[in-house]
C-alpha cells in the first residue's frame, strides 16, 4: 500500500506542468486585451532589435503576470502564437 501511495505521490507531481500550461493556454484565451497589451510591448522590444524571446522580454512578462520565467516563456509563446505571429 505504501508502494502505491508513493507512486501516486510522484505521478501526480509529473502532471503538474502539464495542468499549469494549460492553465496558461486559457488565461492567454480569457484575456486577449491583456494579451494584446504584452504584444504592444514585444512589437516596442523588437523595434530596439530586442527578440520576444529574449531575457528581458521574459523578464517583463514574468513581473508582469507573476510567473516563473519558465511559465512567462510558456505564456509569451502563446501570446505570440494566438494574437501577434508577427513578432519575431
Known sequence: ???????LFLFSN???PVF??????????KNP???INICNKFREFNSKGIS???????????????LT???AEIYS???IG???PDII
Open 14 to 16: 509529473s502532471l503538474y
Open 52 to 66: 520576444a524571446n529574449s531575457d528581458k522580454a521574459i523578464q517583463y512578462v514574468s513581473k508582469k503576470n507573476k
Open 33 to 35: 486585451d491583456e494579451a
Open 20 to 29: 499549469s500550461q494549460s492553465n496558461l493556454l486559457e488565461s492567454v484565451k
Open 69 to 71: 520565467p519558465v511559465n
Open 1 to 7: 500500500m505504501k508502494s502505491f501511495l508513493f507512486f
Open 82 to 84: 494566438l494574437h501577434c
Open 77 to 79: 509563446i502563446y501570446v
